[in-house]
């Protein structure tokens, strides 16, 4: 049975009670559902701990898709010893990162309404992400972007998700930005994101709620990577 992804109806969620289901050979643990984003989509997999029921905690170094992309496999640090199959467990996320890597997913979004550009590629981090442009001109001004990207944030617009059919998002191409990464398909629905009067693009990543909750942000290196290829980077102002 697949892992039941909680992040994906409430992002906030920041630990659940669950039960192991399956350990893997090289020491992964499965359990039937879930508060931890695996590994996808440019965005890291979140870390934290896993409580046994004797209260002793398994540090977990990440989370990423088992290969059927069903299953969210927790990864422990080394040398951590593991629960048994069928034992209830809490799993606890490491709450900081991830909120700063929602934050800085969200702020990205928006810098795909900045530049209105194919995107070619990207990557979420805590105090630095980048999302890399087909624009086949120079010319990007950092101060512009950051200011564009300061009256975006100040609108508070509402952040929400719905869900439409594949086929329904085959109809519409071009609500897909990317042009390297996929959108997360296969299960018959994909996730749409809307920032509320700004932006509509599917993506299976975690948000906040409200573009407010991003803070201030600024374009803090522009790069040129190939004949056509901008890469936009982002930080904290």
Same mark, same amino acid.
């Given at each position: 049975?697949?892992?039941?992804?909680?992040?994906?109806?409430d992002a906030y969620l920041r630990?659940?009670?669950?039960?192991?289901? !399956?350990?893997?050979?090289?020491?992964?643990?499965?359990?039937?559902?879930?508060?931890?984003? !695996?590994?996808?989509?440019?965005?890291?997999?979140?870390?934290?701990?896993?409580?046994?029921?004797?209260?002793?905690?398994? %540090?977990?170094?990440?989370?990423?898709?088992?290969?059927?992309? #069903?299953?969210?496999?927790?990864?422990?640090?080394?040398?951590? $010893?593991?629960?048994?199959?069928?034992?209830?467990?809490?799993?606890?996320?490491?709450? *900081?990162?991830?909120?700063?890597?929602?934050?800085?997913?969200? !702020?990205?979004?928006?810098? #795909?309404?900045?530049? !209105?550009?194919?995107?070619?590629?990207?990557?979420?981090?805590? *105090?630095? #992400?980048?999302?890399?442009?087909?624009?086949?001109?120079a010319g990007l001004d950092k101060?512009?972007?950051? $200011?564009?990207? $300061?009256?975006?944030?100040?609108?508070?617009?509402?952040?929400?998700? #719905?869900?439409?059919?594949?086929? *329904?998002?085959? %109809?519409?191409p071009g609500l897909v930005k990317?042009?390297?990464?996929?959108?997360?398909?296969?299960?018959? /629905?994909?996730?749409?994101?809307?920032?509320?009067?700004?932006?509509?693009?599917?993506?299976?990543?975690?948000?906040?709620?409200?573009?407010?909750?991003?803070?201030?942000?600024?374009?803090?290196?522009? *790069?040129?990577?190939?004949?056509?290829? /901008? /890469?936009?980077?982002?930080?904290?102002?």
């Amino acid at each position: 049975m697949a892992t039941i992804l909680l992040f994906r109806d409430d992002a906030y969620l920041r630990e659940t009670p669950a039960v192991v289901t !399956a350990l893997t050979p090289e020491g992964g643990v499965l359990v039937d559902r879930t508060v931890f984003y !695996a590994t996808a989509g440019g965005q890291p997999g979140d870390k934290g701990v896993l409580v046994r029921a004797d209260g002793s905690e398994v %540090a977990l170094a990440t989370a990423v898709y088992g290969p059927d992309k #069903s299953d969210v496999v927790h990864v422990p640090t080394a040398g951590s $010893a593991l629960p048994e199959l069928g034992e209830p467990v809490t799993m606890r996320l490491d709450w *900081e990162p991830r909120y700063k890597r929602m934050r800085m997913h969200t !702020a990205l979004h928006l810098l #795909s309404v900045a530049l !209105a550009y194919p995107v070619t590629g990207g990557s979420i981090g805590e *105090e630095d #992400s980048r999302l890399d442009f087909d624009i086949p001109d120079a010319g990007l001004d950092k101060e512009a972007i950051t $200011a564009r990207l $300061a009256e975006m944030i100040a609108t508070g617009a509402a952040v929400t998700e #719905s869900w439409i059919s594949d086929d *329904e998002l085959l %109809a519409n191409p071009g609500l897909v930005k990317t042009m390297s990464v996929k959108p997360p398909m296969g299960t018959g /629905r994909v996730r749409l994101v809307s920032i509320e009067g700004l932006d509509l693009q599917p993506c299976g990543g975690t948000h906040v709620r409200n573009v407010s909750e991003i803070g201030a942000v600024q374009v803090t290196k522009i *790069e040129k990577k190939g004949q056509q290829n /901008r /890469r936009v980077r982002l930080g904290w102002a």
